[in-house]
């Protein structure tokens, strides 16, 4: 008997823009060999391989843990077994904005800590800016290194009910999830080795070298071998698994921040055969827990002293610090008037209309239209801070009101945003969840993007919510080479 | 532990007579429990296997995995995943079907674990300290099993049996029968797993590999504290007197070596694991890399 049938005409899109099927099994140009094999192989194979994912998942230790689980719990990072599919025309696209996008960013955070051009000029409002609480006046005048002080950035990327491409955030602080597109490919090629048969899918292995030669070239200059390390908050933070399989993959060490100490301008890193100066650290720990002396004094995670080190440039920390106030969502907002401003271009990717609750005429709109728009906190991040609308109840719509009204810098609106759905295979059937993707910018002498990226999906029924802290899962997401005769996403 | 009771499961039935009554809280002694009123096969099986209140297979793997993971930026990524897969293996269970099965599979596991730290890992002071862990904690087994036994058992006709299963235990039953044409009994099985440097589970051959770790670690020119009390613990266990001695004088020795170990650890714990008292001014060794854990 042959395997059941996947994708029947039982799966319905619910009016949303599906990546994989422009209507009822017709696949889009760039997944029709996907969907033959699928088909193929029919759901009893398919949750076979799920299993063995997985189980390859759990036992290679790939797992994260959410913080309000007291337990501590580990989990998995749900998975599904069906990638995306980015045609190569597509990404051709999304990989030039990308880089005008961040390129342009450092140009303004380097302006913004330096001469304040933009501001003066009165191209964006500098009582934006300057109260960012993610601007931090302790480096303001202090030169980076090479001009850069975002070197590696998590770009949020949705698609609409057009299949438009838009920026939906910025995380230029300590982007995670890298990762997981790399886990995700490793366990994929294992377990469904026959899916990537006639699909010049772009490895994304280059990741790790790519960004272990940008950190090592912003060693100072009279530094032959460099030693670099990452600064994780430990095993207790979500993120542990990707600290240290990055560390892993570059074999630099990956250090806490007892492991630290400064001596006068300098950081030195302590090992058993007494100290070794450090030169260069891919810091995972928010600026306000890299040093109780500069930020939280309850910070058991920083290094007390690594600020004035940093500031006397003793040592290179990458992500610079103060890199959040280019990821201000109310910055956000400013995003295209900053391409424009500095590269003289429109910007590739547009943004999501943003209403900045600071402006009073667009707080007016927002508070008029609560029902309908996502309300985000400026600074907050992993879907935590945020009301959606439609979906909110009217207790927690007034309480967002009133945190509007008491501090309207604090939050901006957007309206809801049809996020595509793509098939997720799910107890032996499919159904549409909807995704977004954080490709990953790395600067270094130039702006490179790994192709592809983390693309994260909601797996709970209906919602819009990818982030993994919030029951989100992810999918490998395969970026084509060249011209292909399937190269196109669109119908 | 899971080999321990593999062979004790065996050695129960291999006895012509029922074991008795204390027969498995003699087991449960030797497995580290120390208080336990229990006596029968199913208990005992049911503690060692998943038991929470003391040692126990699924617990002592439970550890071995917190520690790997505690260390596991100096983990070989497959050493790394493959205790962590034994951990969840042994904590999916399925001992109820397949006792023998089950245990065996921890056994080759644990093997497993020796071989990509032999195959995989740099020779650095991660693989010594490892390496430190492993010798010290089956010395600690052998003498335990063996100073336990000789405490307990008689010298009768199932004597002989018993100290096959002591054997057997340190995976030293065939190279044992391959050596002495003795019988086995009490004094020579005692004086082989105790003293003799060529068998790679004596005590004697595991302090040595220990305090070569150990010397490995510190360089050349360090005599650190660790160092000078397993320089002693080799010596006592290197002895020619104390291995003519006999069982007589095993009561004695065990004291003298608790009393060595309880230093060591001591030592150890001072020596290593106190990162803090690292001086500012120590020239830093442009050889070494390794980040204290």
Known sequence: ?491 | MARLLDVHLDLALDRSDDPGTGFWTEVMLLAGWTATDVDRREQAIELLVGGAAGPSVQRAVGAARTAAQAVRPSLPSELYEHVNALHWRVQEGGWERDLHGYLMGIEMGVHLVDGLVEDTMLRDEAREFIRLGKFLERMDNVVTLVAGKAATLKDDLEAALEWTAVLKCAFAFETYRARFSTPVAAEPVTRYLLFDPALPRSAAFCADLALLSVRRIDGERVRSRPGRVLTRLSGLLRDPAAAAAGLGALEALAAEYRELVAQLAAALRSSYFQPGKVAATVPGDPTSRAPQQ
């Open chain 1, 1 to 491: 008997m042959p395997p059941a049938k996947l994708l029947g005409a039982q799966y319905q899109s619910n009016g949303f823009y599906d990546e994989m099927l422009a209507a009822p099994a017709q696949p889009r140009p760039a997944y029709r060999r996907l969907y033959d094999r699928l088909n193929e192989l029919g759901t009893d194979e398919l949750a076979h391989r799920h299993d063995l994912a997985m189980r390859m998942f759990r036992n290679h230790g790939i797992t994260f843990a959410v913080y309000p689980d007291e337990q501590g719990i580990e989990k998995v990072f749900p998975f599904d077994l069906i990638p995306r599919v980015i045609a190569a025309r597509t990404w051709k696209r999304l990989e030039a904005g990308l880089k005008q996008r961040v390129h342009a960013l450092n140009l303004f955070l380097e302006d913004v800590y330096g001469p304040k051009r933009i501001l003066r000029q009165g191209v964006v409002p500098a009582e934006i800016v300057l109260s960012s609480s993610l601007y931090l006046r302790e480096v303001d005048g202090l030169p980076a290194p090479h001009g850069v002080r975002c070197h590696i950035a998590g770009i949020d990327l949705v698609r609409d009910h057009k299949g438009e491409f838009l920026v939906l955030e910025d995380n230029l602080r300590t982007p995670s999830g890298v990762s997981y597109v790399l886990a995700n490919r490793e366990v994929m090629k294992r377990v469904l080795p026959s899916l990537f048969g006639g699909y010049p899918v772009r490895p994304v292995e280059g990741y790790c070298h790519q960004l272990l030669d940008n950190l090592r070239w912003l060693a100072p200059k009279d530094v032959d071998d460099p030693t670099v390390v990452l600064l994780t908050p430990g095993i207790n933070n979500s993120a542990y698994f990707e600290h240290l399989f990055l560390a892993k993959q570059m074999g630099i060490e990956l250090v806490e921040g007892t492991d630290l100490l400064v001596d006068g301008d300098r950081v030195f890193m302590r090992t058993t055969k007494g100290l070794r100066r450090v030169h260069v650290i891919y810091r995972r720990v928010d600026d306000e827990w890299v040093d109780p002396v500069f930020g939280r004094p309850d910070s058991l995670v920083g290094v007390p002293g690594l600020v004035h080190a940093y500031v006397a440039g003793g040592v290179t920390i990458a992500n610079g610090l103060g890199t959040g106030v280019a990821d201000d969502k109310a910055v956000y907002a400013l995003i295209p008037k900053i391409i424009r401003y500095y590269l003289d271009e429109e910007p590739i990717l547009p943004n999501v209309p943003t209403y900045l609750c600071s402006l009073e005429a667009d707080r007016k709109y927002v508070l008029e239209h609560l029902e309908r728009l996502v309300v985000k906190a400026v600074a907050g991040s992993g879907g935590y801070g945020m009301m959606i609308g439609p979906e909110a109840s009217a207790a927690e719509r007034e309480r967002f009101r009133k945190r509007i009204e008491a501090e309207p810098r604090a939050f901006i609106a957007q309206p809801v945003v049809a996020l595509s759905v793509q098939p997720v295979f799910d107890d032996g059937r499919l159904r549409p969840c909807h995704q977004d993707l954080r490709p990953f910018v790395l600067t270094g002498k130039e702006v490179s993007v790994t192709p592809g990226g983390l693309t994260r999906v909601a797996l709970k029924s209906g919602s819009l919510i990818v982030n993994s802290s919030q029951g989100g899962g992810s999918r490998d997401t395969w970026v084509l080479a060249g011209s292909h005769d399937e190269d196109s996403d669109t119908a």
